[in-house]
């Protein structure tokens, strides 16, 4: 596709239940991030994927959260047993390299944790 | 490590007036920054980019910053705002060094613009 894809757009969950948010990023982009955004506050850091590198997980803010990526592709964040704090827009974003370029940002996923 | 903080949460202007929103990093090493701006219920979207290169940076929609080294900023500007100017806008910092590939946000501003 054109832009960074992700899925699902919208998920209610309850409490305790695993989710698997999925992005795909920009074909040929080398760089992808994982954001959160909770309600009226910023963008917070969760992990960052740099081609063949090992990840930056230093956002992560629990071992509950997890992340994979394939290659140069898709994506996937895991989150484990979930809490009501959870609840936020998950953000990926791409980029073709990791510095001086911009990211390209999908439409979230709004995960909601009842 | 590096830092952005935008110094204002919420900026409010009448419409045809100027927006100033500003921003200051921190870093050790000389970062590549940008504008981001997002509209209630959508996406981000890049308003620009300095990547060392002039240090007046022009982006879309009229706004531009300006890369001031010796104070660390990289404040937003337009002269004149419109009503559709009205959102959340987020600074961004991408250094090296530890961080690098890494972007961090600063807080965000809404901005809000009266008729």
């Known amino acids: 596709g054109a832009g960074v894809s992700q899925s699902p757009s919208n998920k209610v969950t309850e409490k305790g239940k695993d989710v698997e948010l999925r992005c795909d990023p920009i074909?040929?982009?080398?760089?992808l991030y994982w954001y959160r955004q909770r309600l009226g506050q910023g963008l917070e850091f969760l992990i960052y994927?740099?081609?063949?590198?090992?990840?930056?997980k230093s956002g992560l803010p629990s071992d509950r959260f997890s992340a994979e990526r394939t290659g140069e592709s898709v994506s996937t964040l895991t989150i484990q047993r979930t809490q009501q704090e959870d609840s936020a827009v998950y953000l990926c974003?791409?980029?073709?390299?990791?510095?001086?370029?911009?990211?390209?940002f999908g439409q979230g996923t709004r995960l909601t944790v009842v | 490590a590096q830092s952005v903080t935008q110094l204002d949460s919420h900026v409010s202007v009448s419409e045809g007036t100027p927006v100033l929103l500003r921003c200051n990093y921190s870093?050790?090493?000389?970062?590549?920054l940008f504008w981001y701006v997002q509209h209630p219920n959508k996406g981000l979207q890049l308003l620009l980019k300095?990547?060392?290169?002039?240090?007046l940076v022009k982006g879309i929609n009229g706004f531009e910053a300006e890369f001031k080294k010796s104070e660390t900023s990289f404040h937003l500007t337009k002269p004149s705002a419109h009503m559709s100017d009205a959102a959340e806008y987020f600074c961004?910092?991408?250094?090296?060094?530890?961080?690098?590939?890494?972007?961090?946000f600063g807080q965000g501003t809404i901005l809000t613009v009266h008729p």
């Open positions: 974003a791409s980029s073709p390299r990791p510095t001086d370029t911009e990211a390209f």
């Open positions: 074909s040929g982009h080398t760089a």
């Open positions: 994927f740099q081609g063949n590198s090992a990840p930056d």
């Open positions: 870093s050790s090493y000389s970062p590549s």
């Open positions: 300095y990547t060392s290169a002039a240090t």
């Open positions: 961004v910092a991408n250094a090296g060094g530890t961080s690098y590939g890494k972007l961090t």
